[in-house]
């Protein structure tokens, strides 16, 4: 197994570890794998749910002492319940199929993590105020996960993206718009 030495600097400190590569690759692959399938299972429930909608969330689940509901003297979650619920809707449903989808195939992974960060982060925002906790909830912890997945890159790992990445056709895009990458890993 080939192991390696982090060296860097964070909060101010000089921080140095060894690591495996190999744990790390399946450590990543893993949590990818599972984030995939996580998003995947909450969208396909909703999607094969003829009855399902974003209305009884928004309407209902979401505490009467929630901060948002008084922004600009107006119940931001009756509004989108009520005004934005024929959008909402749809885009739940496929938003969390399509970024498990991509997530477990490797696809377009740093968008993916990205996107289901914010779907995720809007849930957490509607769970205030958290039960048995001031600020973290599992909401909270699959952004950062998510974060993790997309910084490192977990696509390039037994993913679509190292495919797209080092196809042909696709290399002289990337090597004349690098900014491309970003939406793969």
């Known amino acids: 197994m080939s192991s390696r030495t982090l060296e860097s600097t964070m909060f101010g400190r000089d921080v140095q570890f060894r690591y495996s590569e190999t744990w790390i690759g399946?450590?990543?692959?893993?949590?990818?794998?599972?984030?995939?399938?996580?998003f995947l299972y909450a969208g396909i429930t909703k999607v094969i749910d003829p009855e399902w909608s974003v209305r009884g969330?928004?309407?209902?689940?979401?505490?009467q002492e929630n901060f948002l509901r008084s922004i600009a003297g107006t119940d931001l979650w009756a509004v989108m319940a009520n005004d934005w619920y024929w959008?909402?809707?749809p885009l739940n449903q496929v938003g969390l199929t399509l970024i498990g989808l991509a997530?477990?195939?490797?696809?377009?992974?740093?968008?993916?993590?990205?996107?289901?960060?914010?779907?995720?982060?809007f849930?957490?925002?509607a769970s205030f105020p958290l039960e048995g906790s001031i600020l973290i909830d599992f909401h909270l912890v699959y952004v950062l996960l998510l974060f993790a997945v997309g910084a490192f890159g977990t696509g390039r790992i037994l993913g679509l993206d190292a495919i797209i990445e080092n196809h042909p056709k696709v290399e002289p895009y990337l090597e004349k718009y690098p900014n491309l990458r970003l939406l793969l890993g």
Request: proline share 0%.
């Open 57 to 63: 969330y928004l309407n209902f689940a979401i505490s």
């Open 103 to 121: 997530l477990i195939l490797g696809l377009f992974v740093r968008l993916s993590a990205f996107w289901g960060g914010t779907m995720m982060t």
């Open 87 to 89: 959008l909402l809707t």
């Open 26 to 38: 399946y450590s990543l692959l893993s949590l990818r794998l599972i984030m995939g399938w996580t």
């Open 123 to 125: 849930y957490w925002l």
